[in-house]
C-alpha cells in the first residue's frame, strides 16, 4: 500500500503564529512518480489546502483556521533531482535492524580513571615504591583478552543508481534541500488553534490535506507538542530516557568520569571523558599480561582525545530506538501513531561554552548546494549540521557495534570537513564510482561569523546539546535555555606525558661497555682516566651525548594554545608545518611543555643524590641542544659533582675511581603549562604536593630518560630562624586561612643541607568552655631548593584553621635534611632535623563579631569598709550597670571583649543618659564621654562600627563566667559636669575582638534597655555619747530620700527581720532602739545602745526610702511598701555598747 507520512513538527513561534514544519516520508508501491500524480510536487503543493487537528484533553477538534502555507518548494530542483531516471520508484519496504553491540565505555573509563589516579598519587607520596605501584595497579586487568587487530573493513556494495525513496533517504542528512523539494514545507498558524486543552495533560496535533485524492494518500500521525509564551516544539514522552526537555537533551550532572566511589552506585545518565578509553584498555591489558622482564616500569600513556559525550547504558537507547521503529513499521496505519519528540530526532548539536563566554556551535556552517548546476538555496547559506546519536559500525561479519560515545569535540567543526595544514590529500569528495541520475553537489565552509571555539589545555568548558528535529530545525544556537540542562564545568587537560629529552650520541661507534644511554670512562689504581687514554686511544678519557627537546604532535602542541595570537599568521603556519611534517629540516617540533632538563644524579656507593635544572634556551620553538659529558674526579674530598656550565650548555658530571651512578635526565614543566596536566590535577585533589612532579620526577608525567655513568674503580647545618617583616601575616576577610611570607636571615637556614622544612605551631585555644592547649605537629611543608649557603629561599605558606578566630602561636620550625635517603635506613628520623620554636604570632581575627545577645541589664554595685576604734564607714559605689550574656563568649577568639559605643555627635546606636523626671535633679549629659566609663580594658577610637562609615569610641570590657551567663559591669565615672540622680543610661554595646582585620572589629550594636544608674552612697556611723551617730551621703533629689535607722538585736541565729505580728518563739532581729528619722547627708539623732545581752549580737539597720507613696491601701508592713534603694546593716562593736 502507497502512502506519504505527513510528520507535523511544532518548529517556533513568529508573533501570533504558530509554525509547522511537515516532513513528508514517501512510501510508494509503483514505478514512478507520474503514478502517483507526483511529477510536478511542488507546484502540486502549493494549491493544497491544509487542515490542523489537536488531540488534547478537550478531545478531538479541527482548527476553525486553515494553515497558511509558506512556500519554498522550487519545480525546477524537483525536476532536475526526480524529473529523469531519480523519479524511478522501487517499492519501499521496512527494513528491521537488530540493536547494536555496545561497549560498555563508561566502566571501562571509571576503571582507567581509578587505576591512573591512584597509581599517580602512590608514586608521588612513595616514590620508591614505583616498581610494586605499578605491579598492583595493573594487576585487575590481567586475563582479559589481548588487543584484537583492527576488524577488517566490510565488502564494498556494488554500487545501484538510487531510486526515488533512496534518493529521499539520502537527502534526509541535508533538510535546507528537503525543503527547496517541498518534501518539508512549513505551515503558519494560529496559536489560538492550539491553546486548548490543559496543557499540564499531554497534547496532540496532525496536519491533513483537503484534496480528496492526495487525502487517500496521505497518513498524518499525531505529534506531541508544547506551547507557552517562549516555545513551539515537539513535547518529550514522560518516561523518555534520553530527557529532551524543550528542545535540549538533559545533560544535568554530566561530569568528568570518575572511579566509582562504590561498587553498587548507579552510573550517571550522561559523562564526559577526556581521554582515549578503547585504546588505553588495549594497552592495559597488553602491559598486564606481559611477562615481568618486558613490564613497562610505569603505565601505559593515556591519550587526551577531546571532550567525549558519554552515555552509560546506551545499549537500551539502542533497543527502544529499535522496538519504536518496529512498532511503527507494523502498525495497521500510521494516522493512529503518537511521536514525540525522541521519535523525532534527526541528530545532535553540540554546543560549547568556555569561562563565562557564550555558547558556539560545532555544527554550524556556510552551505553551498547545486543540483546539475542549478544553485538550491543561496550559495554560502547560514545552517546548522548534527550528529547522529544512534551511528553504529557493521563489521566484516555484518554484526552492528558501538559504544557509548555519543559525540566527541577533538577542536574542530562536527559539519566541516578538517583542513588539510599539508594540502597533500585530495579531501573529501564524491565517490565517482557511485552512479548517480543527477549531479549533485555540496560544499561546506565555516563560518565567519559564528567561529569555532577552541579547545585548549588548561580550559574550562561546558557541554549542552540541542535537538535537531526530522525537519532540521530546533532551537537556535542563541536560545536562552535551562542552565540544569547543561554538563558541569569540566576541566579540559592533558593526559598524554611530556617525554624525556632525546639522546644522541655524536660518534657513531662505542667502546666496549658504552652504548648510547651508558656513558663509560676508564682508569687504572695508579693511572689517571687521562693517562689510560693516552695508553689506549680507543678509552676516552671523557665521553659526551647531546641532549635534545623532546617532539611532540601538532594536535598537542595546538591545544596548547601555541599557535594562538599574539603571533603572526606566518610565523605559525611555519611552526605548525614543521609539527605536522616528519622530515622539516630544523628538526622534530619540540614540546612547547617543557621548561628545561631535569638531571639527578644518584650515586651508587652511598645513594647520596645530586640534582641540577636548566632551562632550554633559546626559549621554545627554537631551544639548541645541550650536551652531557662525563669526566673524572681528582678531589678525593668530592667523588661525585654534578655541575652545570655557566651558561647552561653542558652538564657535567665527575666521578673518583670505582664510582658508578645513574643520571635520570626528565623533562621539567614549563611554568606556563603547569595547570595544563592531568596528572597535576589528580596530585592537588588528593593534597600531594606538585613540585617534584612539576621538576620532572614523576615518571607518570615526565617519565626519565636514564643514562648510567661508570668510573671503571648525615642534620642540616643551621638551625632554622625565619624573619617575619611587617606585613608578613594576611588574611583576608571571612578567611579561615592565614598566609605567612617567610624570609629567612644570611644563617637562618642552611639550604645546601636543608631539603625540606615543615611548620607546625601551638596556641592556647579559647573557648566559651574555657582555655586549653592546641597544637598542630604539620601546619605546611616547604621544599627548599637546593641555593648558595648565605642565601636562603623566601616563601609564603598557607595555615588552615577552619574558622575565623585570633590566635597567638608559636610556630615551631624544623629542618629536614636533604639527604635522607643516603643513610642508614635504621636511623631515627629525628636525627636528621633540627627544630626550634619562633617568636609568637598574633593572627588576626577574619570576620566581623556577631552581636551579643543580652540577657539582661541591671544596676550594679561594689561595696567597701574602712574601720577605726570609734567609727566605721560603708561605701556602695554605684554608677554601675551589670550587663548580662548569653554564651557562648570567645567565638573571636582569645581577647573578645563587651565593647560600650560612644560618640559625641551621633544621636543613634550610642550610648545615652536621660534624666529621670520623677525626680528634682539636674539633668546628665545626654553622650557620655568614652573616659566616663571607668575600669575599661581599653579606650580608643574605631570607625568601623557597620552601616555608615563614621567615628566612634569604645570602652572594652572583659567579662566574666558566672554560671550559665557572662555579664561585664560597666561603670560610669560620672553622669555630667553636675551629678544626677538616679539617670538613665541606655548602653549600646557590640561584641568587640581589638586583634581583628582592620575595620573588622565590632560587632553591629545592640541597644539594651534603659536601665537606672545609682548613685554612690557613703554611709558614716560614729561612736558617740550614749549611742552611735548616723550620716548617710550620696547624691539626692530635691526633696531629699527619707533615711532611717534602727538597732537591732539577734535572739539567736536567724536572718529574719520582726516587723510585729505574732513571731515570738520565732529567731529574729528585733528592733530594741529606735527608728530615728532623717535626710541624706544629714547626720540622724544619736541611737542610744543597750547593753548587750549575755547572747547574740547588735548591728544598726539602716534604709533610704524615696519619697514616692504607694499605691493604695495593703496589709504589708511598710518595709514592703515603700520604695527602698538603700539598706545596708553595721554591726555594733561590743565595745560600743551602753549599760
Not at 952 to 978: C, F, H, I, K, N
Request: net charge negative; proline share 11%.
Amino acid at each position: 500500500m502507497s502512502e506519504l507520512l505527513w510528520v507535523a513538527v511544532p518548529s517556533g513561534l513568529d508573533g501570533a503564529s504558530a509554525l509547522i514544519r511537515v516532513l513528508v516520508v514517501p512510501r510508494l508501491q509503483g514505478s514512478s512518480l507520474a503514478e502517483f500524480g507526483l511529477q510536478e510536487w511542488p507546484s502540486l503543493l502549493e494549491g493544497l489546502t491544509f487542515e490542523l487537528r489537536t488531540d488534547t484533553s478537550a478531545g478531538i477538534a479541527l482548527a476553525p483556521d486553515h494553515p497558511e502555507l509558506r512556500p519554498a518548494a522550487r519545480l525546477d530542483v524537483w525536476q532536475a533531482f526526480f524529473g529523469g531516471q531519480g523519479g524511478l520508484i522501487n517499492d519501499w519496504a521496512s527494513r528491521d535492524y537488530a540493536p547494536p553491540a555496545v561497549d560498555r565505555t563508561h566502566d571501562d573509563a571509571q576503571r582507567i580513571s581509578h587505576t591512573y589516579r591512584d597509581t599517580v598519587t602512590r608514586m608521588a607520596r612513595t616514590p620508591q615504591d614505583t616498581p610494586g605501584i605499578v605491579d598492583q595497579a595493573l594487576a585487575p586487568w590481567q586475563g582479559g583478552q589481548p588487543t584484537p587487530p583492527p576488524p577488517p573493513a566490510p565488502p564494498i556494495p556494488t554500487p545501484v543508481v538510487p531510486d526515488f525513496h533512496r534518493t529521499v533517504a539520502m537527502l534526509r542528512e541535508h533538510p535546507a534541500v528537503l525543503r527547496e523539494l517541498g518534501l518539508v514545507f512549513e505551515l503558519a498558524v494560529s496559536r489560538r488553534n492550539l491553546e486548548v486543552g490543559d496543557p499540564r495533560r499531554s497534547r496532540h496535533l496532525s496536519i491533513r490535506c483537503t484534496d480528496p485524492v492526495l487525502d487517500l494518500l496521505v497518513r498524518a500521525p499525531w505529534t506531541a507538542y508544547l506551547l507557552d509564551d517562549e516555545h513551539f516544539l515537539p513535547a518529550s514522552a514522560p518516561d523518555a530516557a534520553t530527557a529532551i526537555r524543550r528542545g535540549v537533551v538533559d545533560l544535568a550532572g554530566a561530569d568528568v568520569v570518575s572511579p566509582q566511589a562504590e561498587p553498587d552506585d548507579s552510573p550517571p545518565p550522561w559523562a564526559v571523558c577526556t581521554f582515549e578509553v578503547d585504546g588505553a584498555v588495549g594497552r592495559l591489558r597488553d602491559a598486564a599480561n606481559s611477562t615481568a622482564d618486558e613490564r613497562p616500569a610505569i603505565l601505559p600513556h593515556l591519550r587526551s582525545a577531546g571532550l567525549q559525550l558519554v552515555r552509560p547504558g546506551r545499549a537500551a537507547d539502542y533497543a527502544a530506538r529499535a522496538d519504536a521503529a518496529r512498532t511503527n513499521a507494523t502498525a495497521d496505519s500510521m494516522d493512529d501513531a503518537r511521536l514525540t519528540a525522541e521519535d523525532l530526532v534527526l541528530g545532535f548539536r553540540l554546543d560549547v561554552k568556555s569561562g563565562d563566554g557564550s555558547w558556539r556551535s560545532l555544527t554550524h556552517r556556510l552551505a553551498t548546494y547545486t543540483v546539475n548546476g542549478t544553485p538550491i538555496g543561496s550559495a554560502r547559506a547560514p545552517e546548522e549540521g548534527h550528529v547522529k546519536p544512534f551511528a553504529a559500525v557493521r563489521g566484516a561479519d555484518a554484526e552492528l557495534r558501538a559504544d557509548e560515545v555519543v559525540t566527541r569535540w577533538s577542536g574542530w567543526s562536527h559539519t566541516v570537513s578538517p583542513t588539510n595544514l599539508l594540502d597533500d590529500t585530495p579531501g573529501p569528495r564524491r565517490e565517482p564510482a557511485v552512479p548517480l541520475p543527477y549531479d549533485f553537489g555540496w560544499r561546506f565552509d565555516l563560518s565567519d561569523v559564528a567561529p569555532l571555539p577552541t579547545l585548549r589545555f588548561g580550559t574550562r568548558y561546558q557541554l549542552r546539546v540541542r535537538v535537531a528535529d526530522a525537519t532540521g530545525g530546533g532551537l537556535p544556537v542563541g536560545a536562552e535555555t535551562d542552565s540544569t540542562q547543561c554538563s558541569e564545568v569540566v576541566r579540559y587537560t592533558r593526559h598524554e606525558p611530556v617525554p624525556p629529552p632525546r639522546i644522541a650520541a655524536e660518534a657513531g661507534t662505542f667502546p666496549p661497555g658504552a652504548a648510547v644511554t651508558t656513558l663509560v670512562i676508564r682508569s687504572d689504581h695508579d693511572q689517571s682516566a687521562e693517562d689510560l687514554h693516552h695508553a689506549t686511544p680507543a678509552y676516552p678519557a671523557a665521553e659526551r651525548r647531546s641532549v635534545h627537546p623532546p617532539p611532540v604532535t601538532f594536535g598537542v602542541a595546538e591545544q596548547h594554545g601555541v599557535f594562538d595570537p599574539p603571533a603572526g599568521d606566518e610565523q605559525t603556519w611555519a611552526w605548525a608545518q614543521r609539527a605536522l611534517r616528519d622530515d622539516d629540516p630544523g628538526g622534530p617540533q619540540p614540546d612547547p611543555a617543557t621548561g628545561g632538563v631535569n638531571a639527578v644524579l644518584r650515586l651508587d656507593s652511598t645513594g647520596e643524590e645530586h640534582d641540577g635544572r636548566k632551562e632550554w634556551s633559546p626559549p621554545w620553538p627554537d631551544p639548541r641542544p645541550k650536551r652531557i659529558d662525563l669526566a673524572e674526579s681528582t678531589d678525593p674530598d668530592t667523588p661525585v659533582a654534578l655541575l652545570w656550565s655557566g651558561d647552561g650548555e653542558v652538564l657535567l658530571v665527575r666521578l673518583g675511581k670505582g664510582e658508578a651512578a645513574t643520571v635520570e635526565l626528565s623533562s621539567t614543566i614549563h611554568d606556563r603549562y603547569s595547570g595544563h596536566f592531568s596528572v597535576l590535577d589528580w596530585l592537588a585533589e588528593a593534597a600531594v604536593d606538585v613540585t617534584d612532579s612539576l621538576n620532572g620526577r614523576h615518571p607518570q608525567l615526565t617519565p626519565p630518560q636514564v643514562l648510567r655513568l661508570v668510573h671503571a674503580v648525615r642534620r642540616p647545618v643551621a638551625e632554622p630562624q625565619w624573619v617575619l617583616r611587617p606585613g608578613a601575616v594576611n588574611r583576608e576577610p571571612d578567611d579561615t586561612t592565614a598566609t605567612i611570607q617567610v624570609a629567612f636571615a644570611g644563617g637562618g637556614l642552611h639550604s645546601p643541607s636543608t631539603g625540606r622544612l615543615d611548620i607546625g605551631a601551638c596556641w592556647t585555644e579559647w573557648t566559651d568552655a574555657g582555655d586549653h592547649p592546641a597544637a598542630v605537629d604539620r601546619v605546611h611543608s616547604e621544599p627548599i631548593a637546593a641555593g648558595p649557603p648565605g642565601r636562603p629561599p623566601a616563601f609564603t605558606f598557607r595555615h588552615e584553621f577552619g574558622d575565623t578566630k585570633h590566635r597567638t602561636l608559636t610556630y615551631r620550625l624544623t629542618a629536614i635534611s636533604r639527604y635522607r635517603q643516603c643513610f642508614d635506613a635504621a636511623e631515627p628520623d629525628s636525627a636528621f632535623r633540627v627544630a626550634k620554636e619562633q617568636r609568637a604570632v598574633s593572627i588576626p581575627s577574619s570576620a566581623r563579631p556577631t552581636p551579643p545577645t543580652v540577657l539582661a541589664v541591671n544596676p550594679a554595685f561594689a561595696w567597701q569598709t574602712e574601720t577605726t576604734a570609734d567609727q566605721i564607714v560603708r561605701m556602695r559605689r554605684g554608677r554601675r550597670v551589670r550587663v548580662e550574656l548569653s554564651p557562648p563568649w570567645y567565638e573571636t577568639g582569645e581577647g573578645e571583649r563587651l565593647a560600650v559605643i560612644t560618640a559625641a555627635d551621633y544621636t543613634d546606636t550610642v550610648t545615652q543618659l536621660g534624666r529621670d523626671p520623677l525626680w528634682g535633679t539636674p539633668a546628665p549629659e545626654r553622650f557620655p564621654a568614652a573616659e566616663w566609663f571607668a575600669g575599661a580594658d581599653e579606650e580608643k577610637p574605631l570607625k568601623n562600627l557597620p552601616g555608615p562609615d563614621r567615628q566612634v569610641r569604645v570602652a572594652a570590657y572583659t567579662p566574666v563566667r558566672a554560671g550559665d551567663r557572662w555579664y561585664a559591669d560597666v561603670e560610669l565615672s560620672r553622669t555630667g559636669q553636675v551629678e544626677s540622680y538616679a539617670p538613665f543610661v541606655e548602653l549600646v554595646v557590640a561584641r568587640y575582638q581589638p586583634q581583628s582585620l582592620r575595620d573588622l572589629e565590632l560587632s553591629t550594636a545592640v541597644v539594651t534597655d534603659k536601665v537606672p544608674v545609682l548613685p554612690d552612697r557613703s554611709l558614716l556611723v560614729r561612736r558617740a555619747e550614749g549611742g552611735v551617730e548616723v550620716t548617710l551621703s550620696g547624691v539626692m533629689p530635691s526633696p531629699a530620700n527619707r533615711v532611717e535607722a534602727v538597732i537591732e538585736v539577734a535572739d539567736g541565729l536567724t536572718d529574719l527581720i520582726s516587723v510585729g505580728g505574732d513571731d515570738d518563739g520565732v529567731p529574729a532581729w528585733r528592733t530594741v532602739t529606735g527608728p530615728v528619722f532623717g535626710e541624706g547627708n544629714v547626720p540622724l539623732p544619736v541611737l542610744p545602745v543597750l547593753p548587750l545581752p549575755a547572747a547574740g549580737a547588735v548591728r544598726l539597720r539602716v534604709r533610704e526610702v524615696e519619697l514616692v507613696d504607694g499605691v493604695g491601701d495593703s496589709p504589708a508592713p511598710r518595709e514592703l511598701q515603700e520604695r527602698s534603694v538603700f539598706i545596708d546593716t553595721v554591726p555594733i562593736p561590743p565595745i560600743w555598747g551602753g549599760g
